[in-house]
């Protein structure tokens, strides 16, 4: 063996691991926003009676959910640009996430909705409110508190599958634990780091997530 | 001759290729206190959900202070509102319903007040006060930041009941709303609805609860295979059945 750990290497380049972290949440957070208001939209669509609304949303959700992310990825980044759609790196993985997320995000906020109970609905028509209000001040809370665990180990998967977006070179956390990995050889030491990050990362993500739960718990 | 609160006519409903509704007339003035009772089955229920339009029917109509629920009539043509004048509609009645329908996201407050803000338009605090007033009424004003999870079932279909009748209905509809309670549960739901019925609430109960319906009704509705079997005052009702059924009906319910 022989090989004597050193971090020293890994602690002068920490500053970059950290922005490379940054990076990460941010390309998260955004991805995650857009496919949550996206994923209900198939949710809602996916359970309508009307054949036009849940036929293509069923479609989508099982096209994405059968694309390895990577090639989702690659494709945004590589082939979107011959069809004439050109992004920055960080925004083509963006859309690529937010689309896979989206297909997921969806069989969640669907199976919430089928949860809700009907007499929800019923006793929200019957003090005479719309539609439109019973969906926003009853469903959507009522179905979300009750999705919420759900919900959050799909995040913290969805923040771990930002670790690809280093196939296009875009410099998140494990872009950067690469270039440090290559600049400095000390291979263990770097990859050990970074894993301590993701892992601490996670478990505070995860944390935050159980309080929440705890806080908007509908049996409280 | 005072006009009816409530006029129905011809009422037809089917789902599907069951006609649960084969022609139901009924009139109720203000002040009326209705029972219907029956076998399960017998369209009860429907009756209750068709005032309100929780379900459409397909024959005859509704009226409720003359206006027509639901559907219009213009050369011939029947058509169904328009949504926000059917949720209008629905608000001129309250229901309470068998399984509460409590919003357990809201504490009991936040659930009777939803409708005051929302449909009824009033300011925070006046919708507050006005529950509050409502939630004493029903003796749960201590438990009113409580969530319906934190409440008995007794506790939640007061709520409920209250959540109804703060929106000032014309009408009160009950659905058995005893019919999901344990039996010690019952009697405080039914002490809620016999004060509003004391206070003059116009109101159509369907119930199971023979002896409070006897109690309380000043007319009660024998439903017997979607049609009105037989109907009248209670007592000459109860002592002297006119037909075969209600007497058979009678005999097997908890009535003693």
New interface residues.
Partial sequence: MGYTLNFNAVWRNFDDLLWGLGLSLTLAFVAIGIGCALGLILAFGRISRSRLLSVPSGAYVTLFRNLPLLVIVLFSFFALPQLGLRLSKGNSFVLALALYSAAYLAEVFRGGLLGVPKGLREAGLAIGLTEGQIRWRLILPVMFRAVLPALGSTFIGLFKDTSLAAAIAVPELTFEARKINVETFRVIETWIVASGLYIATCSILAALLRRAEVRLAVSR | MTANLLEIRDLHKSYGPVEVLKGVDCDVRAGEVISIIGSSGSGKTTILRCV???EEFEGGTIRIDGEEIGYSTAGGQRKRKA??EI??Q??L???A?Q?F?????MTALENVT??LT??RKMGREEARALGENWLDRVGLLQRKDH?P??LSGGQQQRV?IA??IA?SPRLMLFDEVTSALDPELVAEVLQVVRSLAEDGMTMLLVTHEMRFAYEVSSRVIFMNGGRIGEEGNPREMFAAPKTERLAAFLQSSRFN
């Fill in positions: 309100n339009m929780l949504e926000k949720a209008r629905r608000a009645t309250g229901m319903f399984q329908n409590l919003f357990p996201h939803l409708g929302l449909v969530y999870a934190k409920a959540r109804a929106m």
